[in-house]
């Protein structure tokens, strides 16, 4: 393998990495809050969760047996910093949005469009990194796969579904997409392009390393 490629491979991999951590971590905040509203978490929403969190200790157990695990704690102190304010702006900037609507639930509403949106990009960043690898015929590119959130990102849709569909029965009158709104959606652009730019995500992690 070529140094040139090796940069490549590492920098994927901490990418892909970094943006599963980061869509979990969103998931890990959903769920506290959702089991602290008894009236939404019972019947097929309490079974999503309990789904959601299955698949992601399979994950994780996953993660441990790999090298890869190593690495997690050491990107969160690296380039964790780099992200927050982005998150956070995402957060209010969705708050904001169904709050004028007057959307019930707001504060877990907000969480499960983080968690879903950020699931997505996770997934997408995987396929994506992969496909780019492949056609660069970079050796090993199909072994990232094995980082996969597909499970993971696939229950939390039918979470999602599930909560979103218990709130409108409770509260039929109160409809709201975020993504609707220009403000939201340029929030998550940018959080998904610095996900997905795993030259930043190397260049900030080898700088402290100095």
Excluded at 66 to 79: A, G, P, V
Excluded at 83 to 98: E, F, G, I, M, S
Excluded at 168 to 181: E, G, I, R, T, V
Aim: charged letters at 30%.
């Amino acid at each position: 393998m070529t140094r040139q490629d090796e940069t490549r491979l590492t920098g994927a991999m901490y990418s892909i990495l970094f943006a599963n951590d980061v869509a979990q971590g969103a998931v890990y905040e959903l769920v506290e809050l959702l089991d602290g509203v008894p009236e939404l978490i019972r019947f097929r929403v309490r079974q999503r969760r309990n789904i959601l969190m299955r698949q992601m200790r399979e994950y994780n157990k996953k993660l441990e047996k790999t090298r890869y695990i190593e690495f997690i704690s050491d990107l969160n102190d690296r380039f964790g910093e780099e992200l927050r304010p982005d998150l956070q702006k995402a957060y209010y900037t969705v708050h904001n949005r169904l709050s004028r609507f007057q959307m019930p639930y707001t504060d877990l509403l907000t969480k499960l469009v983080l968690a879903s949106t950020l699931c997505f990009t996770a997934e997408t960043n995987l396929e994506r990194t992969v496909t780019y690898l492949q056609r660069a015929q970079v050796a090993y590119a199909s072994r990232l796969k094995a980082l996969s959130l597909t499970r993971v990102c696939d229950a939390m849709k039918l979470l999602q579904g599930e909560i979103e569909k218990a709130v409108s029965l409770m509260y039929p009158n109160h409809k709201c997409d975020p993504f609707s709104s220009k403000d939201v959606e340029n929030a998550f652009v940018i959080i998904a392009r610095k996900l997905t730019n795993y030259n930043l995500i190397l260049d900030t992690v080898e700088n402290n390393e100095k």
